[in-house]
């Protein structure tokens, strides 16, 4: 299994970014995945998911601004960031959950992809 994730970069606050994460391995359709973010000298937050089912969530800070989304044709895993801010500054990570019907058991992860909001 492998997640590679893109589409981060530098972008200014208010603006917008399509994170992407192509899997290899398993089908996203049927599991469950989400994005997780590490910023500089906090700890690891998971930030949205998509269950099997193709329930979604996102946690309160990004709601609304956030959206999680699959491709299953592509099996490919997005996320689209609205109105970013500085706070969302972050790596970014796909990660396979190892339960399909809750974002439980993180079992594998990909690379992150560096996302720099500047103010």
């Known amino acids: 299994v492998q997640l590679q994730a893109s589409g981060g970069g530098l972008v200014q606050a208010g603006g917008s970014l399509r994170l992407s994460c192509v899997v290899s391995g398993v089908s996203v359709a049927v599991n469950a995945v989400t994005w997780f973010r590490q910023a500089p000298g906090k700890q690891r937050e998971m930030v949205a998911y998509?269950?099997?089912?193709?329930?979604?969530h996102s946690i309160d800070s990004v709601k609304g601004r956030f959206t999680i989304s699959r491709d299953n044709a592509k099996n490919t895993l997005h996320l689209h960031m609205n109105s970013l801010k500085s706070e969302d500054r972050a790596v970014y990570y796909c990660v396979k959950a190892l339960v399909p019907g809750a974002p439980l058991g993180m079992d594998y992860w990909g690379k992150g992809t560096q996302v720099t909001v500047s103010s």
């Open positions: 998509i269950l099997s089912g193709g329930t979604t």
